[in-house]
Structure formats: structure tokens, C-alpha cells
């Protein structure tokens, strides 16, 4: 799967995983009397599970995460029955796609996943390169040693 269609997939679960959150807010993110956001760990502060993280800003998360996005912190399973349960099976699903074409990385914005990416991608196409380059030598080789005996 080339670059450009890797972009379109994180770019793609990203905004399914961000309607699906917005729909059912199993975090349960919401002002508290004092006017602090809180979330289903009433232990944390208004900085929720972002704390620390430089992309957090005055208004939340300030890039397109798809890790973070498909991730829920073990409170949140069933915690309430009006979530549906087939919601974490898709997380779980996207997740697992997420993984599987190397998009994934917690606390990391698109720029940094692709950053790194692209490297990777050019090795392993040098690398299939290299593979096939040494089977045809060794094809070769086995030809011409056929053809000598
Ligand atoms: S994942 Fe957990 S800690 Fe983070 S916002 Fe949701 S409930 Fe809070
Ligand atoms: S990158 Fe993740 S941890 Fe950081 S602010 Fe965004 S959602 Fe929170």
C-alpha cells in the first residue's frame, strides 16, 4: 500500500473514530459544578488522560492523533451500559488496521507518523530489491552450474 493511500486510511479512521467518540462519549468528558472538564477517572483534571503531552492545548488535543483517537483507557470498558459494546469492537478493528499499516503511535501527530514512515517504506523496498537482485544471482548461478555438469 503506497504512501498516498496510507495518508487517506489514517486521515479516514481518524474521522470515523472521532464521529463514533462523539457519539457515544464513553469517556463521559463533560464541565463539572466548578466549571473543570472531567472524565470517567475523576482523579484527573481537566487535562484527562493528555497530560503532559505537548500537543494539549487550551482547548484539548491540537492534532489529528488516530492512535489516541482509537484508544479508551480501561474505564471506560462498560462502564456504561448505553455505550454499545460493538463500539470498542470497532475501535479494537481500526486499531488493529492502524497497526497493521504502520499508522500508529500514541501521542504522536500525522506529520510524525509519515515522518517516520517514509524512511521505512524506502528501506523495505530496498531491501525487496536486494532480496530479488540475490535470488536471481543465485538463480544464475545454479544455471550455469547445471549447465556445466
Ligand atoms: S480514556 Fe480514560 S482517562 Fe482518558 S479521557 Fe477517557 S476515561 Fe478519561
Ligand atoms: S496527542 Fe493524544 S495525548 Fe496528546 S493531546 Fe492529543 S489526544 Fe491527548
Given at each position: 500500500m503506497n504512501i498516498i493511500f496510507r495518508s487517506w486510511l489514517y486521515s479516514f479512521l481518524y474521522a470515523v473514530g472521532d464521529q463514533l467518540i462523539k457519539r457515544h462519549n464513553p469517556c463521559q468528558i463533560q464541565k463539572d459544578a466548578a466549571g473543570v472538564v472531567r472524565c470517567l477517572?475523576?482523579?484527573?483534571?481537566?487535562?484527562?488522560?493528555?497530560?503532559?503531552?505537548?500537543?494539549?492545548g487550551p482547548d484539548g488535543c491540537t492534532t489529528e492523533c488516530l492512535s489516541c483517537k482509537l484508544h479508551l483507557c480501561?474505564?471506560?470498558?462498560?462502564?456504561?451500559?448505553?455505550?454499545?459494546?460493538l463500539l470498542y469492537d470497532i475501535l479494537y478493528e481500526m486499531r488493529t488496521i492502524a497497526w497493521k499499516y504502520d499508522l500508529a503511535g500514541i501521542r504522536m501527530s500525522k506529520k510524525m507518523i509519515f515522518d517516520l514512515l517514509r524512511p521505512k517504506m524506502r528501506f523495505r523496498k530496498a531491501m525487496a530489491k536486494t532480496k530479488k537482485g540475490l535470488e536471481e544471482v543465485l538463480e544464475n548461478a545454479m544455471v550455469r552450474n547445471r549447465g556445466m555438469s
Amino acid at each position: 500500500m503506497n504512501i498516498i493511500f496510507r495518508s487517506w486510511l489514517y486521515s479516514f479512521l481518524y474521522a470515523v473514530g472521532d464521529q463514533l467518540i462523539k457519539r457515544h462519549n464513553p469517556c463521559q468528558i463533560q464541565k463539572d459544578a466548578a466549571g473543570v472538564v472531567r472524565c470517567l477517572d475523576k482523579e484527573k483534571d481537566s487535562s484527562l488522560c493528555c497530560t503532559s503531552c505537548n500537543f494539549l492545548g487550551p482547548d484539548g488535543c491540537t492534532t489529528e492523533c488516530l492512535s489516541c483517537k482509537l484508544h479508551l483507557c480501561y474505564m471506560t470498558e462498560k462502564a456504561d451500559p448505553k455505550v454499545p459494546v460493538l463500539l470498542y469492537d470497532i475501535l479494537y478493528e481500526m486499531r488493529t488496521i492502524a497497526w497493521k499499516y504502520d499508522l500508529a503511535g500514541i501521542r504522536m501527530s500525522k506529520k510524525m507518523i509519515f515522518d517516520l514512515l517514509r524512511p521505512k517504506m524506502r528501506f523495505r523496498k530496498a531491501m525487496a530489491k536486494t532480496k530479488k537482485g540475490l535470488e536471481e544471482v543465485l538463480e544464475n548461478a545454479m544455471v550455469r552450474n547445471r549447465g556445466m555438469s
